[in-house]
């Protein structure tokens, strides 16, 4: 009776336990060498449970490019989890819609570096808009704003 109410106890506490118990993704970031933004983006997303291993290239438009990120739209590094290419300070929200909504995208970019995004200094001027861009021509439309 007693180890009853042990599994059942355990199973009760594995059913609500929180995110930050899980396994944390993993991600692989490719970054300039020079880039402070991407090492405060990496520390943000570890804070938010990621696994970032940070690569540093000097071919991080060609990275960009290669996964379908336009070229008018890139941030300021590429990250890559599960299949999917996240683009700029990209909300860990926003990566975590992606990853569980799975949609039919290459992946997401915030282009360029705006104040107050994560990894950003400064305050927020205004809203995110994130954008979804896939390999097979389509036009960039807006994935998410925050």
């Not at 336990?17 to 405060?40: D, F, G, R, V, Y």
Request: aromatic share 8%.
């Amino acid at each position: 009776m007693m180890k009853s109410i042990r599994t059942a106890a355990t199973l009760a506490f594995a059913a609500f336990a929180p995110a930050a118990l899980a396994a944390p993704t993993h991600a692989i970031l490719w970054k300039n060498p020079q880039c402070s933004c991407c090492e405060a983006y990496a520390a943000y997303m570890k804070a938010h449970g990621f696994d970032i291993a940070l690569k540093p290239t000097n071919d991080l438009t060609q990275i960009s490019a290669k996964a379908g990120v336009p070229a008018d739209m890139e941030g300021c590094h590429t990250m890559f989890i599960d299949g999917y290419a996240f683009d700029g300070l990209v909300p860990a929200d926003i990566v975590r819609k992606v990853l569980a909504e799975r949609p039919q995208i290459a992946g997401v970019t915030l282009p360029g570096m705006p104040t107050g995004a994560p990894g950003m200094p400064g305050t927020k001027a205004g809203p995110l808009k994130i954008y979804a861009f896939t390999k097979d021509g389509r036009p960039p439309f807006v994935y998410a704003v925050e």
